[in-house]
């Protein structure tokens, strides 16, 4: 089956610095893949997906993941991250063709003042 | 209903006792997905049905586990004999075939004292 890698169980950073998280995936078809976030004591939800076009994809709350299909990565990136990007950020993939879904570890993203 | 609804939100039990987790998807949603997340962990994948049959059950941590759905809606995932590390927070999920995306449930949070 599917896998899903993030490299960075924690990040760290200041307020108004860039972010970089880390997905890599596994599958031998071909993929889509899935970033979720999870706030403090709230439910995962949809921040952005990778399905067809554009290697570059835009999110919700100024974020955009790239996919690389030769570095089989999906990282995540955001130019100047806020207090209220902190939160659980997980990657997901699913095969296409098939509706099995499976996650990261997650990578937990604190932002200091 | 608007959402994918989890039952109950928070349960408490005994060790050795058995519990039922109820998750009702979205309307219309033929994929619905469990997955268990363990305090400071990852989402870690259980099972997903297509419809009323599962294809891959081989996330199911042992035979305690069990998991069944009716009428393509509502799924009841069962753990007998509770033991204490079955404590984590059990998510449900679900999507439209063919979509991908998935949404999800508030989850249920288990302790086993």
């Known amino acids: 089956a599917q896998s899903v890698t993030q490299l960075d169980s924690q990040v760290p950073v200041f307020e108004e610095a860039p972010v970089e998280l880390r997905c890599n995936y596994s599958s031998s078809v071909s993929v889509y893949l899935f970033w979720y976030v999870q706030y403090p004591n709230q439910g995962l939800q949809l921040l952005l997906k990778?399905?067809?076009?554009?290697?570059l994809v835009k999110g919700i709350n100024g974020f955009e993941a790239e996919f690389n299909k030769s570095q089989t990565s999906f990282h995540l990136r955001k130019p100047s991250v806020h207090i209220s990007d902190t939160a659980e950020y997980f990657c997901?993939?699913?095969?296409?063709?098939?509706?099995?879904?499976?996650f990261g570890a997650g990578t937990r993203l604190t932002v200091k003042p | 209903g608007a959402g994918v609804s989890q039952s109950p939100s928070n349960k408490v039990t005994e060790k050795g006792k058995d519990v039922e987790l109820r998750c009702d998807p979205i309307s219309g949603h033929t994929a619905l997905y469990w997955y268990r997340q363990s305090l400071g962990q990852g989402l870690e994948f259980l099972i997903y049905f297509q419809g009323n049959s599962a294809p891959d059950k081989s996330g199911l941590p042992s035979d305690r586990f069990s998991a069944e759905r009716t009428g393509g809606s509502v799924s009841t995932l069962t753990i007998q004999r509770t033991q204490q590390e079955d404590s984590a927070v059990y998510l449900c999920?679900?999507?439209?075939?063919?979509?991908?995306?998935?949404?999800f449930g508030e989850g249920s949070w288990l302790t086993v004292v």
């Open positions: 997901a993939v699913t095969e296409k063709g098939n509706n099995d879904m499976r």
């Open positions: 999920a679900s999507s439209y075939e063919g979509r991908n995306t998935i949404y």
């Open positions: 990778y399905l067809s076009g554009s290697t």
